[in-house]
């Protein structure tokens, strides 16, 4: 009897589960049409995807957006370390760039120099400048054991710059032509001439006025034929300086100060700021 009733029950699952497939069949769409059983599955179907549908999408944005913001930071981080790489790059291939033009300009001078006189120009590296107005100098990185002493005249490619002082063994400061005071025993008069004229000009420069940028060249003779646009340069009766060297140009002459010789003002060619290398002037009985 348990047997029949369990075979009936296991009848009626099968006409049960006919009628649902037949159910479904009929459910579909035919002819563009739903009916309402099928719609509300679907409606209840889809309204419940959009209800989980919406916080997975907003969560799996949210860690995309990170994983995007973490990929953004480090190529930002590498983007920045090449800019300040390529800065320094580019402003140590300007300085050599500069230093290489420099240096350039230093052997043509030297080169010049050798049809002009027999002296040795010794390039040297400006280390430091100190720029107190009463005592401008600077510092080179020849001294002693390079043969440097004092006195012995310094220059640029452009004109006369001052001369030795105070030598260490392996630097040397140089008093530049700035710092020339006739008040001042520590500095040292220039004898000069004008170039050209050695034989019938002749004056001292003892002194630097600031205000102007010029030196002063005094105890001109009446009868000198010295005039404005000369170039004036080192005189051979120099006990400091060698002769010929060129240190600027007249650009006023008027009388002195008692009446019985002549001033005059020059310019002088050498830049005394932002110095990178300058010679020192050796003469043969240096050597």
Avoid at 6 to 16: A, D, P, Q, V, Y
Avoid at 26 to 49: C, H, Y
Avoid at 63 to 88: G, P
Wanted: glycine residues 6%; charged residues 25%; aromatic residues 8%.
């Amino acid at each position: 009897m348990f047997k029949l009733l369990g075979n009936k029950r296991l009848f009626i699952m099968l006409i049960g589960l006919v009628c649902f497939i037949a159910l479904m069949g009929l459910t579909l769409e035919r002819w563009g049409v739903m009916i309402w059983p099928a719609q509300f599955v679907k409606d209840t179907v889809s309204w419940t995807q959009g209800l989980l549908y919406r916080p997975a999408a907003g969560i799996a944005g949210f860690f995309q957006d990170i994983r995007d913001l973490r990929v953004i930071y480090h190529e930002n981080k590498v983007l920045r370390e090449t800019l300040s790489k390529y800065a320094k790059d580019t402003a140590r291939l300007n300085e050599l760039e500069a230093e290489n033009r420099r240096l350039k300009e230093a052997l043509a001078f030297t080169e010049r120099q050798k049809s002009a006189n027999n002296y040795r120009y010794r390039i040297a590296k400006v280390i430091s400048q100190n720029l107190d107005p009463y005592n401008e100098t600077i510092l080179i990185n020849l001294g002693e054991k390079d043969g440097i002493r004092e006195n012995m005249a310094v220059v640029t490619s452009d004109g006369l710059l001052g001369r030795t002082t105070a030598i260490a063994s392996y630097s040397s400061s140089v008093q530049l032509l700035t710092s020339l005071n006739d008040t001042d025993t520590n500095t040292k008069a220039i004898t000069a001439t004008v170039k050209g004229k050695e034989e019938e000009s002749f004056g001292i420069i003892e002194s630097f006025d600031p205000a102007s940028g010029l030196l002063i060249m005094t105890k001109i003779p009446q009868t000198d034929l010295m005039q404005v646009g000369d170039t004036v340069v080192t005189s051979p009766l120099s006990q400091v300086f060698p002769p010929g060297i060129e240190i600027g140009k007249v650009v006023s002459k008027m009388v002195g100060d008692f009446g019985i010789d002549y001033k005059a003002m020059v310019q002088p060619f050498a830049k005394f700021h932002h110095l990178h290398e300058v010679f020192v002037v050796e003469v043969p009985e240096q050597r």
